[in-house]
């Protein structure tokens, strides 16, 4: 098995070429739009929590939700609005 020695120049161009594919990675991502619109089993995985929390996080009135035809439909938007007015933020001056 032959062996090859790699440079500091394979290094860099092997480094560019990541950098890149991770931008391209991101930007993809950035552009992908979630549902308006999500059903519990989505919600559960999103947040990863149980049939349960859910169900406490509606009756306690921190998750709003619409009932349409028996179906609980969750607006994307409004999950990521709760979650960003709770973070916490450990270490700060306030």
């Given amino acids: 098995m032959p062996t090859s020695i790699i440079t ?3 290094l860099r161009d092997f480094k560019m070429e990541l950098l890149d594919d991770i931008k391209k990675l ?3 991502q950035a552009t992908v739009k979630l549902k ?6 989505e919600v559960m995985d ?3 929590v149980s049939p349960g929390t859910l169900q406490n996080l509606r009756i306690n009135g921190t998750l709003p939700y619409t009932k349409v035809g028996g179906i ?3 607006d994307a938007e409004e999950i990521q609005n ?3 007015a709770n973070r916490v933020q450990h270490g700060s001056n306030s």
């Avoid at 308006?36 to 089993?41: G, H, I, Q």
């Fill in 8 to 10: 500091t120049d394979d």
């Fill in 26 to 28: 991101l930007s993809k």
């Fill in 36 to 41: 308006r619109y999500l059903k519990s089993s």
């Fill in 46 to 48: 999103l947040l990863q």
């Fill in 72 to 74: 609980i439909y969750y």
């Fill in 82 to 84: 709760i979650m960003t």
